[in-house]
């Protein structure tokens, strides 16, 4: 073995040189990797976002003649963004963003500035609600249940290699309220098919097969705490998650590809599968072969539309809608004035928005919401559904996914007066 030495007083070590130079940002210098694993620790969705928002913002300032650091620029901003219609949420969005980056830079909002900035958002609330035109809140995905579930699987063909994965896909996303990025994540050795005791109604027990899921980070995990997802396997075998699981399984032993790596892998258009598929591979080279949270999200939407659960856009509608989106910019930018201009992109965002609620919304979130939702209408503590889907049960996050309506034979009305006849 050899033994370290420590070098001599006076003797100069020499530096070895970098692959990427130091950078400099908000006054602090930083190696090459520091920045890049800075970078890296934010997920890519949330970069994108806050970059787009930023850019946003140096463009209207750019376009009416302020600068990014002035005091009244980020309230002046939003309020535009009211004014041209956009929702509450965006304006929630745009603040916290930019909120958050003129502080790190040498321009951090006053007091003033921030209380201002919350009144405007305050105000689009109100307005809002009181429109008549649109229904008020944010456009959120609704929710699958366990009849919708079932719709979207029968149409896979269970019998082919797509089939078999992509019904792995939505059931397992389905079962462990996975956000989208969730189950593209896991990896072979993060799954264990077993045998579990469980207490049956007569009094006994009974064994039943169960899947245990190791998940090791979330988006509420950065630190990679890990939690482990324990799911028992429902009567109903079509909706069985384990089922579809152990058909995939198969799949990649008889392609000799039960071996470290992710669980879930690609397949192209001629059935090859993992990293022998064709076409472009995920940036990480340790995932390579894995899908990605884009892939999930697209098989939910793809299926639901196949199930008839949410309307397919005609040609003639989609072009239609951009046609309107085109009018609306053009007549804004022949307004005569900034306030003028807003009016017409409000009406035009509007009308986009009403149509929008007008109609289901199923999303790779869809799962997440619908196995919430329905484990909470199955008399489950919320307490206990919260920990089931990695949530603080007093968290605003959590409560968004509870029907907040009473049932008919809940109604508080009933039994005030006899019910009419």
């Known amino acids: 073995m050899t033994a370290l030495v420590p070098a001599a007083p006076g003797t100069a070590v020499p530096r070895r040189a970098r692959a990427h130079p130091d950078v400099s940002t908000g006054g602090m210098r930083m190696t090459g990797a520091a920045a890049r694993r800075l970078i890296d620790s934010v997920p890519r969705s949330s970069r994108d976002a806050r970059t787009s928002r930023w850019g946003s913002y140096t463009d209207w300032c750019a376009e009416n003649g302020w600068t990014t650091t002035e005091p009244g620029a980020v309230l002046s901003h939003l309020a535009d963004l009211a004014d041209r219609g956009h929702p509450t949420g965006t304006l929630e969005a745009h603040f916290g963003t930019l909120r958050g980056l003129r502080a790190i830079g040498t321009a951090?909002?006053?007091?003033a500035e921030i209380k201002a900035c919350q009144r405007i958002i305050v105000h689009r609330a109100g307005e809002e609600a009181d429109d008549p035109l649109v229904e008020p809140g944010s456009l959120q995905a609704d929710g699958v249940t366990p009849d919708d579930l079932r719709a979207m699987v029968r149409k896979l063909d269970r019998t082919a290699v797509r089939g078999k994965r992509d019904a792995a896909v939505l059931l397992v996303s389905w079962w462990m309220a996975a956000r989208a990025s969730e189950p593209a994540r896991l990896n072979l050795h993060d799954v264990k098919i077993t045998t579990v005791k469980v207490d049956d109604p007569a009094g006994g027990t009974a064994r039943v097969k169960a899947?245990?899921?190791?998940?090791?980070?979330?988006?509420?995990?950065?630190?990679?705490?890990?939690?482990?997802?324990?799911?028992?396997a429902p009567g109903d075998d079509e909706l069985c998650p384990i089922r579809a699981l152990e058909e995939w399984l198969a799949v990649l032993a008889d392609d000799g590809q039960l071996t470290p790596g992710p669980l879930l892998r690609r397949i192209d258009r001629h059935g090859n599968i993992g990293a022998k598929a064709a076409g472009r591979h995920t940036a990480d080279p340790k995932r390579r072969g894995g899908?990605?949270?884009?892939?999930?999200?697209?098989?939910?939407?793809?299926?639901?539309?196949?199930?008839?659960?949410?309307?397919?856009?005609?040609?003639?509608?989609?072009?239609?809608?951009?046609?309107?989106?085109?009018?609306?910019?053009?007549?804004?930018?022949a307004?005569?004035?900034?306030?003028?201009?807003?009016?017409?992109?409000?009406?035009?965002?509007?009308?986009?928005?009403?149509?929008?609620?007008?109609?289901?919304?199923?999303?790779?979130?869809?799962?997440?919401?619908?196995?919430?939702?329905?484990?909470?209408?199955?008399?489950?503590?919320?307490?206990?559904?919260?920990?089931?889907?990695?949530?603080?049960?007093?968290?605003?996050?959590?409560?968004?996914?509870?029907?907040?309506t009473l049932t008919w034979n809940e109604a508080t009305t009933r039994g005030v007066l006899d019910l009419a006849a």
């Open 211 to 232: 899947l245990v899921i190791k998940l090791r980070r979330s988006k509420a995990d950065q630190k990679a705490r890990g939690h482990e997802i324990r799911i028992l």
């Open 335 to 404: 307004a005569p004035t900034a306030e003028d201009a807003g009016v017409i992109l409000k009406t035009w965002r509007s009308a986009k928005r009403a149509a929008q609620k007008a109609v289901r919304r199923i999303t790779g979130h869809s799962m997440r919401r619908g196995c919430i939702q329905a484990m909470l209408a199955a008399g489950h503590p919320a307490e206990k559904v919260a920990l089931h889907s990695r949530h603080s049960p007093s968290s605003s996050a959590f409560d968004v996914y509870r029907k907040k």
């Open 108 to 111: 951090p909002l006053g007091d």
């Open 291 to 333: 899908i990605t949270a884009e892939t999930v999200s697209d098989i939910v939407t793809a299926t639901a539309r196949a199930a008839e659960l949410t309307p397919t856009p005609t040609p003639e509608e989609t072009a239609a809608a951009a046609q309107a989106r085109q009018a609306a910019y053009e007549a804004a930018a």
